[in-house]
């Protein structure tokens, strides 16, 4: 393993700096589509998003050592708990502007939660932790993330069907067909197509976009979760971090996941140096970093671990180069205009796809982790934590008490993923073991469509177990 290591960076020091530069771009490329989407569906800002996209990867690489070629973007795990968030400000008076700030303070907490594992892996290990949040809880509730989500796709895609499903074409027919660099890269091929002939026939309105200056600053401070403590709504507050941590649960799984994977795909063993608890580390302070700033929960990217398996240059310093370049795109607010403008049926038709996708992989990670369902307890806890995510959605909204004078929200997925991890706790009968099956750990990748389809075709060794 060392000598891959040594190989993989001997070529990239080799190949020189123009083409070192040009690899830079082809990660930039490839994180592109899927990191932009999520403030396209969230509301959050789309320059602040490429900031602490290359922000946080450059932490992340800095607290592992500069050992690790992984690029943080845009997480899709938490698009529920921002729409959770934001239904339930509107239900207090406040409009999405005003929302989102709380939801990010909530992701904040979520970003710290990953320290607390992190230390817990380091005291414990990894596998005496990971027993208490085996996939019978997180399959679950990543289906959940999806099925509560697609109501929002749907009534995007009712704005223009055909667009919709020419988006939806575009990413089927590169995922399914698609060779090398295409097939990692469906998502963004689906939105700049059906973005296209929707501009070709006069479904966009391009009037933000003559108005957006070419340079600016990447965020507004009103934006940010600082500005909820000018006038602090704190139930609202603790509504949010109560929403939205739990979904830190799949998140954290799914960095595994991924961690698992771009060992795989080098040769190189990241869990073991510089350790899973410093890349978990880096992962939360680029989270809660980017939360504080108005900017979406980060997440190790499977399409860069896709072009790392392309190119076969696994030398960390090409990601920080597209770190760099992200960054230099965040000031920019006329690229953002172009991403605000973008038609409501495109988003409709990718996101249908995504929370599809995301939903399938909680599917994928009950079965690759043969969770048997005629086992009593596994169905009771499989059951519950869907009817309470999904009946809560539909029904009320939300369950409301509230704690000295403070009214406390608690969202559909909040409520079972609390639920779900009580019942695995004290039912007898948990025999999930991390580790023993890296098929099922890989099985997390929430990023549906956007991750890297061929894996098993490039890694048959690794996909048999």
Request: glycine share 10%.
């Amino acid at each position: 393993m060392a000598n891959t290591q040594t190989q993989a960076i001997y070529d990239a020091r080799t190949l020189g700096k123009p083409r070192m530069l040009l690899l830079g771009f082809q990660h930039m490329f490839a994180m592109f589509g899927a990191t932009v989407l999520v403030p396209a569906l969230t509301g959050l800002s789309v320059s602040a998003t490429l900031l602490f996209a290359g922000v946080g990867t450059l932490l992340f690489h800095f607290i592992t050592k500069m050992k690790v070629p992984a690029f943080l973007g845009s997480s899709f795990a938490f698009i529920g708990g921002y729409a959770a968030v934001v239904a339930m400000g509107a239900a207090q008076g406040l409009d999405q502007a005003a929302s989102l700030p709380y939801a990010c303070i909530g992701v904040l907490a979520a970003g710290l939660m990953y320290f607390v594992l992190a230390g817990l892996f380091k005291i414990f290990g990894v596998k005496k932790v990971m027993r208490y949040f085996p996939p019978v809880v997180t399959g679950p509730i990543i289906i959940a993330i999806g099925l509560t989500l697609s109501g929002s796709a749907i009534n995007n895609c009712t704005t223009n069907w055909w667009i919709a499903l020419l988006a939806v074409a575009i990413i089927v027919v590169c995922n399914i067909w698609g060779k090398k660099m295409i097939r990692i890269i469906p998502v963004l091929l689906g939105v700049v197509g059906s973005y296209a002939v929707a501009a070709c026939f006069g479904l966009v309105d391009f009037s933000g976009v003559a108005a957006a200056p070419w340079v600016g600053a990447p965020f507004q401070m009103q934006n940010t979760a600082f500005s909820v403590f000018a006038n602090p709504n704190w139930g609202l507050a603790i509504t949010a971090i109560i929403t939205i941590l739990p979904i830190s649960l799949a998140t954290m799984i799914e960095h595994i996941g991924d961690m698992c994977a771009i060992s795989s795909t080098t040769g190189i063993n990241y869990l073991e140096d510089p350790g899973l608890h410093r890349t978990l580390m880096g992962d939360g302070l680029a989270t809660a970093l980017a939360s504080l700033f108005g900017a979406p929960a980060n997440t190790t990217y499977g399409e860069n671990t896709g072009v790392l398996n392309i190119t076969k240059v696994f030398d960390p310093r090409v990601i920080r180069i597209a770190a760099v370049l992200a960054i230099i795109f965040s000031f920019s607010p006329k690229f953002a205009a172009v991403v605000a403008a973008m038609p409501a049926a495109t988003v409709g038709g990718v996101s249908m796809v995504l929370y599809g996708m995301i939903s399938a992989v909680g599917v994928r990670n009950l079965v690759e982790n043969k969770v048997d369902l005629t086992v009593s307890r596994n169905l009771i806890i499989a059951a519950m934590i869907l009817v309470l995510a999904i009946g809560i959605n539909y029904g009320p909204g939300s369950i409301s008490f509230a704690i000295g004078g403070t009214s406390i929200s608690l969202s559909g997925l909040a409520v079972a993923a609390l639920v779900g991890i009580l019942l695995n706790a004290f039912l007898p009968g948990k025999d999930y073991e991390f580790g023993t099956n890296l098929r099922g750990d890989l099985a997390v990748n929430l990023g549906g469509a956007t991750r890297n389809p061929n894996w098993r075709e490039e890694h048959p060794d690794q996909a048999k177990l």
